[in-house]
Each structure stands twice: as C-alpha cells, then as structure tokens.
C-alpha cells in the first residue's frame, strides 16, 4: 500500500473516532435540536447509534470524492458495502453480547464502535484492492445511500417498536 493510501486509511479511520464520538454529545449539547437529531443519536438504541459509524463515514467518504477525487463506482460500492457490513456488525454484537451476559457494558459498546471504524475502512480498502468486479452503477450507490440517510431520518422520529430501535433499560 502505498504512503499515501495508509495516510488516507489512519485519516479516515481518525476522522470517523473522532466525529463518531463526538456526535454521542451534539444532541444534547444542542439542546435537542430537531435538525442535530437528524445526523446525532437521540437515544441510547442500537439504531441511533449506528449514526456514530454512518454519518462521520460518508462525510469522510465526500472528502475523498471532492479533495481526492475517488469518483468510481467501484469505490463507491466498496464503501458502501463496507459501511453496510460495520453497522451490521455494531447491531449483531451489540445483541449478542447483551443477550449473552444480560446487560450492555460502556467498555464493550466502545470497543464495539472502534472495531467497526477499523473494520469498515479495511474492508473499504481490501474490497476496492482485491475484488475489481464489485461495481454497482454510481446511480445506484448514491440511491442506497440516500435511502439510507432517509431511514435514519426517517426513524429518528418515529421508530417502530422493534428491539433495533428501542433503548436498553
């Protein structure tokens, strides 16, 4: 890899730590703000906090499309599928632990949230580097995209009564 392509992966990893956590607070900070409610957790729901990864991800993800001009759509699709599989990976350890041991642990959803960073962007990288095939059309991607910035929008507000969405007691 590259020097600058490991600048970029530690950057990107950083940004999205950094951002993630913070945007914890920046509901609250905010004095609920309906607006901040739409890119922040309102809630301690496994739902809500898959916005910690998402959001700082895709904001990082415009960086390198506009400053590092990484327009192609296999690209794209990497992160995507990335992003994808680091949220799902936050739901299905969050749930297992918990269901395991009975109750959430502050230690195990941080160390949670940092495998998924880390997950997401090295698996970004090794889809991009070792699978040339996975390309979606760049419409379609930017479609899944925003259809998933409108769920998280969407069930920020009115979330169905399903254990995703419901904070742990």
Same mark, same amino acid.
């Given at each position: 890899?590259?020097?600058?392509?490991?600048?970029?992966?530690?950057?990107?990893?950083?940004?999205?730590?950094?951002?993630?956590?913070?945007?914890?607070?920046?509901?609250?900070?905010?004095?609920?703000?309906?607006?901040?409610?739409?890119?922040?957790?309102?809630?301690?729901?496994?739902?809500?906090?898959?916005?910690?990864?998402?959001?700082?991800?895709?904001?990082?993800?415009?960086?390198?499309?506009?400053?590092?001009?990484?327009?192609?759509?296999?690209?794209?699709?990497?992160?995507?599928?990335?992003?994808?599989?680091?949220? +799902? /990976?936050?739901?299905?350890? %969050?749930?297992?632990?918990?269901?395991? &041991?009975?109750?959430?642990? *502050? $230690?195990?959803?941080? =160390?949670?949230?940092?495998?998924?960073?880390?997950?997401? +962007? /090295?698996?970004?990288?090794? %889809?991009?580097?070792?699978?040339?095939? &996975?390309?979606?059309?760049? *419409? $379609?991607?930017?479609? =899944?995209?925003?259809?998933?910035?409108?769920?998280?929008?969407? /069930?920020?507000?009115?979330?169905?009564?399903?254990?995703?969405?419901?904070?742990?007691?």
């Amino acid at each position: 890899m590259k020097i600058r392509e490991r600048i970029n992966l530690a950057a990107g990893i950083l940004f999205t730590l950094i951002i993630g956590t913070l945007l914890h607070f920046t509901y609250e900070w905010s004095g609920e703000n309906p607006f901040v409610a739409l890119y922040s957790p309102v809630n301690e729901s496994v739902w809500e906090h898959l916005k910690l990864l998402f959001f700082p991800v895709l904001l990082y993800t415009f960086f390198e499309i506009i400053v590092l001009y990484k327009t192609s759509g296999h690209f794209l699709t990497s992160r995507l599928l990335a992003v994808c599989i680091g949220m +799902f /990976f936050i739901a299905s350890a %969050f749930f297992t632990y918990t269901g395991l &041991l009975g109750r959430d642990f *502050l $230690a195990l959803d941080i =160390l949670i949230f940092i495998f998924s960073v880390l997950q997401t +962007f /090295f698996l970004s990288r090794c %889809f991009e580097v070792r699978c040339p095939g &996975l390309r979606l059309p760049l *419409l $379609a991607v930017y479609v =899944l995209l925003l259809l998933l910035v409108i769920c998280f929008f969407s /069930f920020s507000f009115a979330p169905p009564e399903l254990p995703l969405f419901t904070p742990p007691t």
